[in-house]
């Protein structure tokens, strides 16, 4: 709040016919609506902090690497949020094999709003390639699970918090989770969110972390 109050008073300086530093008005924004989503979850005591988890789904077939590079695009995303956002996103795990023995990520994910903003974003995300017939379209298909942290403190250890969150997950992942997102870069760049219902083209601006400002 104090952050937001001195953005607020220096942009209030600017004389009227200056044009105002964009910067400034982009943090304080920010920090508007990040700090709206916190006082939400204390007034209804929605957890704080989640476990997020990333999930390639490989399939048989050809295209078993781009479900792998699809899975990696999403982590990107993640964590190209958690930056903009000023988020405290911690790597568990991650694999970085790029081939077809698949990929998965785990994080600890803390900050303002950080848990409600991310909820959102458990199920599927797809990635739709066009093509002529129907065997020769593809889907590469990722997971995406949240679950809220524990009120206690996490553990010191990376092997008891893996254990910690993978059993919290669990207990939370639903058997068919359904369709969050669908994206899809031809013809012609598309993404399409089913829970908000908006859609746009500017595929670069979901992927590159601002997916949870449409």
């Avoid at 781009?66 to 911690?90: C, P």
């Avoid at 910690?164 to 992942?173: D, I, R, S, W, Y």
């Avoid at 899809?184 to 400002?213: K, M």
Wanted: hydrophobic share 35%; aromatic share 6%.
């Amino acid at each position: 709040v104090e952050r937001a109050l001195a953005l607020q008073t220096r942009l209030e300086g600017h004389r009227s016919k200056e044009i105002l530093p964009r910067r400034l008005i982009t943090i304080l924004s920010q920090s508007v609506y990040l700090l709206s989503v916190a006082c939400k979850d204390v007034l209804q005591d929605c957890p704080r902090e989640a476990f997020l988890l990333v999930e390639a789904l490989v399939e048989g077939g050809p295209d078993r690497a781009g479900a792998v590079s699809f899975g990696h695009q999403i982590a990107d995303m993640y964590e190209a949020w958690a930056k903009n956002r000023n988020m405290r996103l911690t790597r568990v795990s991650r694999t970085d094999i790029r081939n077809d023995t698949g990929m998965r990520a785990l994080y600890c994910v803390s900050g303002y709003g950080a848990y409600t903003i991310l909820a959102g974003e458990t199920g599927q995300h797809i990635k739709e390639h066009p093509g002529n017939t129907a065997k020769e379209r593809k889907r590469n298909r990722v997971r995406v699970t949240v679950a809220p942290q524990p009120d206690a403190p996490l553990p010191s250890s990376i092997g008891a918090v893996t254990g910690l969150a993978e059993k919290t997950l669990a207990a939370v992942k639903a058997p068919e989770p359904e369709i969050v997102r669908r994206y899809c870069d031809e013809p012609s760049p598309l993404v399409r969110d089913a829970p908000g219902g908006w859609r746009t083209r500017r595929i670069d601006l979901v992927l590159g972390g601002t997916f949870d400002l449409f």
